[in-house]
């Protein structure tokens, strides 16, 4: 499938960055100050619930291009009807505290059942963190071979650092940085490092193989719209001290 323009670009150049306001946030007021944070601190897209009315509003907010999340293939239909550019099964990381798993076998029937639906979409797939990295690898392949474009990866609510500062943001992000270090390197499309992810560990991803991060609590949860686009901003800078050649060409 074609991937946008713009974000092909910033995939290959290694500067892709996704803000996301939450596949469980429907509020309309927060999904908005998280768009509003996205566009005026220059990330790349964004990534809300598959709400129709959602990527409406977000639609009126900015020309970013609109990616919807969800774990249901049905929603995507509706959500692309109204306006969405890209869609994404996956951000797990919310499921998790309710004790839901997605086992690979699940997200690949999803991803297939998806595609079925949608054969034209740019379609992202998150790969859940539970798998072993070797199963992960191996589900990312299968993911390709059904349809995906681009392989999301996470980690950040596996992960217990010890310690406060800049060595526990590595700590924290250090599951999904091997997870896209692993996959990078076994698949032909970009892959997006997302979950547990700061302006500390943004570079590390592009450096472990990733073409862009996907980012959401660190900017969705700020109390204040200035103190989000500073962050989105933080991230941008972050990023552009990076450069890389594309692995999957």
Do not use: W
Not at 50 to 61: C, F, S
Not at 73 to 78: G, L
């Amino acid at each position: 499938m074609t991937i946008l323009p713009t974000l092909q670009n910033a995939l290959d150049n290694g500067r892709a960055l996704k803000i996301i306001s939450g596949l469980h946030n429907c509020d309309a007021d927060r999904v908005a100050a998280t768009v509003n944070a996205a566009d005026r601190g220059g990330a790349t897209f964004v990534d809300i619930a598959a709400d129709p009315a959602l990527v409406r509003l977000a639609k009126k907010l900015t020309h970013l291009p609109v990616c919807v999340s969800a774990v249901e293939p049905e929603k995507f239909v509706i959500a692309v009807d109204a306006g969405a550019d890209l869609i994404e099964i996956g951000n797990f990381d919310s499921f998790y505290a309710q004790g839901r798993r997605f086992e690979a076998d699940e997200v690949l029937a999803l991803t297939r059942e998806t595609r079925e639906l949608l054969p034209t979409i740019t379609l992202s797939v998150t790969v859940p963190h539970i798998l072993t990295l070797d199963k992960q690898v191996q589900l990312a392949e299968a993911l390709v071979q059904a349809g995906a474009d681009i392989i999301q990866t996470e980690g950040g609510t596996s992960s217990q650092p010890t310690h406060a500062g800049t060595l526990g943001l590595i700590e924290k992000a250090a599951p999904t940085l091997a997870a896209a270090y692993e996959i990078s390197r076994a698949v032909k499309v970009p892959v997006l490092c997302a979950s547990g992810l700061s302006n500390v560990t943004a570079p590390l991803a592009i450096a472990n193989g990733a073409s862009g991060i996907g980012v959401g609590s660190a900017i969705n949860q700020l109390n204040s719209e200035v103190a989000m686009i500073a962050a989105v901003r933080s991230l941008v800078e972050a990023l552009a001290t990076v450069s890389r050649t594309p692995l999957y060409v």
